[in-house]
């Protein structure tokens, strides 16, 4: 059997969130593959250091500053990637937050706006840039990070978890939209993963004794682990999926 399916040779990835975490595993996995990728976050020093250190691999690294809440920075990242790519096969959308906790009903109006424009506005606009690129250029896939809370809720991170369900309907969405020109959308659900967004969680012994007992796998996720599954519906591995939330938590769910 040929397995030269999760090859990304010649392919053109955009990865929000790069310069650590989750989307630095994806972009390394991609570069692995044979993407030469485009990276983005708040911050050019960490963006730098990961190409360089990326850059090793001989793939093309393309570090770009963008702010998720600020429209004109993501279109400078889309208008930087086509002058250096001239192209976007592969779209992540995995930079979000969360800014505040607590209970829904005393969530204030600010902070509404702050996690919904993060988090979902940010997935929704890129969206439509690279769609429509797509769209021109005859194809592409575009993989969504969510969470397990966009699917059920978790006490104190409300505003978060719509934030996440919202992101899974923009996908279902996206995909209903685009398969006809051959743009395929999915969206990943991780539960707990080891990187900074969850550092009060697994650093904490109590907390993580209680949520390890909800666990099958009794663990929790390695970011590597998400790229591994980025991988896979970013490449010809699925080519006839679409529209899917892929559940990634350890079984916690069951
Ligand atoms: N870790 C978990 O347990 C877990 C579970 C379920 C889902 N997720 C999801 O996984 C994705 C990646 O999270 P992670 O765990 O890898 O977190 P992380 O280590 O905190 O990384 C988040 C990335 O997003 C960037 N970012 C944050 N706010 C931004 C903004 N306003 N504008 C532009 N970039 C921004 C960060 O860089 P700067 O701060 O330098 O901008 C960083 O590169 C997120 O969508 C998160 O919701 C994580």
């Known amino acids: 059997m040929d397995v030269s399916y999760l090859s990304l040779e010649g392919k053109v990835a955009l990865i929000t969130g790069g310069c650590r975490g989750i989307g630095k595993a994806i972009a390394m996995a991609f570069t692995d593959a044979g993407a030469d990728v485009a990276i983005s976050c708040r911050n050019q020093p960490h963006l730098d250091a990961v190409a360089e250190e990326i850059g090793s691999t001989g793939q093309k690294v393309l570090p770009v500053a963008a ?14 990637v086509i002058e250096q790519y001239g192209k976007v096969d592969i779209l992540v959308n995995n930079a979000a937050a969360n800014p505040a906790m607590g209970p829904l009903v005393d969530m204030e109006e600010k902070v509404y706006d702050l996690i919904m424009l993060t988090n979902l506005k940010s997935y929704t606009y ?4 690279v769609g429509k690129q797509m769209v021109a250029q005859g194809g592409g896939t575009m993989v969504n990070i969510a969470s397990v809370g966009g699917i059920s809720p978790d006490k104190g991170l409300g505003m978060y978890c719509i934030s996440k369900a919202g992101i899974i309907m923009l996908t279902k969405s996206l995909a209903a939209e685009m398969g006809e020109h051959n743009i395929r959308v999915n969206c990943i659900a991780p539960g707990v993963v080891k990187t900074k967004f969850s550092e009060a969680l697994w650093s904490n012994e109590a907390l993580m004794k209680d949520e390890m007992e909800q666990m099958a796998l009794k663990r929790i996720a390695e970011p590597e682990e998400v790229a591994r599954v980025a991988l896979f519906f970013a490449s010809a591995a699925t080519p006839y999926i679409t529209g899917q939330v892929l559940v990634m938590d350890g079984g916690s769910s069951l």
């Not at 890129?126 to 840039?129: C, I, K, R, T, V």
Request: cysteine-free; charged content about 35%.
């Open 67 to 80: 702010h998720n809440r600020k429209t004109e920075e993501l279109d400078n990242l889309y208008n930087k």
């Open 126 to 129: 890129l969206s439509q840039l």
